[in-house]
């Protein structure tokens, strides 16, 4: 089955600095590549998607899906105090409905 | 417009009761899908649905799950005879139709004592 691995967290940085979250995943198909954030007691939104070869953008993220090694890193060249959150990597196979997360990464960014 | 809502917010329930969580998708939605949401852990796939297609049940735990959603709008998540293990968030999503981008409630917070 389908499977998504992220950075262990916890994470906690300075503001301004910068930020990479790890995702890597195994699926048999092809597939859409998405990374959710989830803020303190909010519900989990979507930040951004991407199908495979294509960098997306959002609030100052980026993720670029590399097809050779099932990588769909995020990245934040500077980080805020509000981008403190727990971000999730997930898939999406072509002709499936269903999303197959990862465990998350806390995010903590501090003054 | 009005997003997903879930009730109740909250629950406290004893084990071995059973109980009931509700979600509204948003309206026009013909998707609605359950996850599970446990301490430490990522999102788990419950079960979906698609207009008035069969639903995929493929990740429900056990038998003492089980779901259904009437009229294609209003979908309802039973848990019988709670066990502690059950508890977790339990979110619902609603999308425009099957893999358009899923749209989150606030979830349901399940403490089973």
């Known amino acids: 089955g389908d499977s998504v691995t992220q950075t262990e967290g916890p994470v906690t940085l300075p503001e301004r600095a910068a930020l990479t979250l790890n995702c890597t995943y195994q699926s048999s198909y092809s597939t859409f590549l998405f990374w959710y954030v989830q803020y303190l007691n909010k519900e989990p939104e979507l930040l951004l998607k991407?199908?495979?070869?294509q960098e997306t953008d959002s609030r100052g993220f980026q993720a670029s899906p590399i097809k050779s090694d099932s990588s769909f890193h995020l990245e934040k060249p500077s980080v805020q105090l509000s981008d403190s959150a727990v971000y999730y990597c997930?898939?999406?196979?072509?002709?499936?409905?269903?999303?197959?997360f990862g465990a998350g990464t806390t995010v903590t960014v501090r003054a | 417009g009005a997003g997903v809502s879930q009730s109740p917010s909250n629950k406290v329930t004893e084990k071995g009761k059973d109980v009931e969580l509700r979600c509204d998708p948003i309206?026009?939605?013909?998707?609605l899908y359950w996850y599970r949401q446990s301490l430490g852990q990522g999102l788990e796939f419950l079960i979906y649905?698609?207009?008035?297609?069969?639903?995929?049940k493929s990740g429900l735990p056990s038998d003492r799950f089980s779901a259904e959603r009437t009229g294609g709008s209003v979908s309802t998540l039973t848990i019988q005879r709670t066990q502690q293990e059950d508890s977790a968030v339990y979110l619902c999503?609603?999308?425009?139709?099957?893999?358009?981008?899923?749209?989150f409630g606030p979830g349901t917070r399940l403490t089973v004592l």
């Open positions: 991407s199908s495979e070869n």
């Open positions: 997930a898939l999406r196979d072509r002709g499936d409905y269903k999303l197959s």
């Open positions: 649905f698609q207009g008035n297609s069969a639903p995929d």
């Open positions: 309206s026009g939605h013909t998707a």
């Open positions: 999503a609603s999308s425009l139709s099957g893999g358009d981008t899923q749209y």
